[in-house]
């Protein structure tokens, strides 16, 4: 059983019913792309801009660290824009239509929501399920 995140009324912020917020917060939380974004905005001082949140999910990608000599690791400018380029057009609009972030498109800026700090909250208490048998 899941637990209670804040109260149960917290559980339908996502839609109509309960099961409607659950159905949307598992899609949304069913791509890596988009819990690394939410993961890095929370970590962060909850704002960060596309070419931000693009380095950071491409380097996690390679499996690499970004090091002195280059900010972006061994990712290719090709891996950073692949990215970018999913996250524009993909991820943060899917995101953004749910509330749980905003974009200003202008700058690029991807801001955290309340509603994304809830969705996190149900990401953490579902990893914390574990291996339930």
């Known amino acids: 059983m899941i637990p209670l995140l804040r109260s149960p009324e ?3 912020s996502f839609g109509e019913s309960a ?3 659950v159905d949307t917060a598992m899609k949304l939380l069913a791509h890596r792309y988009r ?4 993961q890095y905005l ?8 596309l070419t931000e949140l693009a380095v950071d999910i491409a380097t996690q990608d390679a499996a690499t660290e970004p090091n002195a000599i280059s900010d972006h690791g061994d990712v290719s400018a090709r891996e950073r824009r692949t990215v ?3 996250l524009h057009h993909t991820h943060i609009p899917k995101l953004a239509a749910a509330d749980v972030i905003d974009y200003e498109r202008e700058t690029e800026t ?6 994304g ?3 996190l909250e149900r990401d953490d208490a579902i990893r914390g399920l574990g291996n339930v048998e």
């Open 10 to 12: 917290s559980l339908t």
């Open 19 to 21: 099961s409607d917020g």
């Open 35 to 38: 819990r690394s974004v939410l």
């Open 42 to 49: 929370e970590d962060g001082d909850g704002s960060a801009t």
């Open 84 to 86: 970018r380029i999913s």
């Open 110 to 115: 991807v801001t955290l929501c309340e509603r």
């Open 117 to 119: 700090r809830t969705l």
